[in-house]
């Protein structure tokens, strides 16, 4: 079991930033892929971003290339979204993920590829 915890999330005006980060229970963070993903109000909630188990390798969704950096500290149990240049489309619930398939696979991308959930936090940013 891995349980997950975000926060920092908050009101931002656009083009302001955020960081984000979710905290995970147990010794075992580093064997687990993390993703973030996101649900604004009356969408599905869509993948962000992800991480590989040792951080060194990223992927982003098209849509917040260049502006969203996914970052870990295994020895911290915490893995990081960091949102720059903000804009009113971000508003959403932010979800944090951990899942046990290769870090390569399409379906880390996708909700499939995920066991474990954070609640959430949520981000507004207004124009």
């Known amino acids: 079991q891995v349980r997950l915890v975000e926060s920092g999330g908050g009101l931002v005006q656009a083009g302001g930033s955020l960081r984000l980060s979710c905290a995970a229970s147990g010794r075992t963070f580093s064997s687990y892929i993390m993703g973030w993903f996101r649900q604004a109000p009356g969408k599905e909630r869509e993948f962000v971003a992800r991480?590989?188990?040792?951080?060194?390798?990223?992927y982003y969704a098209d849509s917040v290339k260049g502006r969203f950096t996914c970052s870990r500290d295994n020895a911290k149990n915490t893995v990081y979204l960091q949102i720059d240049s903000l804009k009113p489309e971000d508003t959403a619930v932010y979800y944090c993920a951990a899942g046990s398939l290769s870090f390569t696979r399409p379906t880390m991308s996708t909700l499939r590829g995920y066991d474990y959930w954070g609640q959430g936090t949520q981000i507004t940013v207004s124009s």
């Open positions: 991480i590989s188990r040792s951080g060194g390798n990223t």
